[in-house]
């Protein structure tokens, strides 16, 4: 199946300060990205669809000034989570598709952000 | 709006035991159904799907049927192996309500952990 990476895998920063994740698809591009979020013991929750070359769309109730996204190319789609507080501190994860492959999305490997 | 209900965990199991994860799901319309696991330190993977009631989706010996009388897709297993260890995400797909890009949305579940010892 198509791989996909996430950097990094764990961060720590302070409030106030910004973060930026980095999603790549290593051996395929990718179109549309996925970007969830996963609170302890909750389900992953769907923040933003990621198209490259366009805007990003937000699911409802989700800030787009907060969670930057930028999907500048085929393979590389950025989360930047902006002036960061403690309750972002989740644990953040992508995924992308392949065309044919019936909706099967693959995933990241997540990255846990911890602000302090 | 959809979601997906399942058995809270941890299900602890011994090696060669029987597996049911419980999932119910709440959708309009007429969603495909899949289990995604999670390994420890991996990104979650598709253990297998169903896109219509009655179908059997089945992989790595784990089965699930699509029942739309029950909203039900609980996965099974005959004998679990220690290397089954793992978090196990059932969800739905959604159509996007504005864009057509090729893939749904997924609702997910809360997941499950299993931990199978020797």
């Known amino acids: 199946g198509a791989v996909v990476s996430q950097h990094p895998s764990r961060v720590i920063c302070k409030s106030g300060t910004s973060v930026k994740i980095e999603c790549r698809s290593l051996?395929?591009?990718?179109?549309?990205m996925f970007w969830y979020r996963q609170f302890p013991k909750q389900s992953l929750m769907l923040m933003a669809t990621?198209?490259?070359?366009?805007?990003?769309?937000?699911e409802q109730g989700v800030e787009k000034d907060k969670f930057l996204i930028n999907h500048a190319s085929l393979t590389l789609s950025t989360l930047t989570v902006t002036s960061a507080h403690p309750e972002d501190s989740s644990f953040y994860i992508c995924?992308?598709?392949?065309?044919?492959?019936?909706?099967?999305?693959?995933f990241g490997p997540g990255t846990r952000l911890t602000v302090l | 709006g959809n979601s997906v209900t399942q058995m809270e965990g941890p299900v602890t199991l011994s090696e060669e035991a029987f597996l049911t994860i419980n999932c119910t799901y709440t959708?309009?319309?007429?969603?495909?159904l899949f289990w995604y696991v999670q390994y420890p330190g991996e990104g979650l993977q598709l253990l297998l799907k169903?896109?219509?009631?009655?179908d059997k989706g089945s992989n790595k010996g784990f089965e699930a049927t699509y029942r739309k009388e029950t909203t039900s897709f609980h996965l099974e297993k005959g004998s679990v192996q220690v290397s089954d260890s793992a978090v196990y995400f059932c969800?739905?797909?959604?159509?996007?309500?504005?864009?057509?890009?090729?893939?749904?949305?997924?609702?997910f579940g809360t997941g499950t952990r299993l931990l199978v010892s020797p």
């Open positions: 995924s992308t598709g392949l065309a044919g492959r019936d909706n099967e999305q693959f």
């Open positions: 051996d395929f591009q990718a179109t549309t």
């Open positions: 990621s198209n490259e070359g366009s805007k990003a769309t937000y």
């Open positions: 959708a309009t319309g007429y969603p495909s």
């Open positions: 169903a896109t219509k009631a009655d």
């Open positions: 969800a739905l797909s959604e159509t996007f309500g504005r864009m057509n890009t090729g893939f749904q949305k997924l609702v």
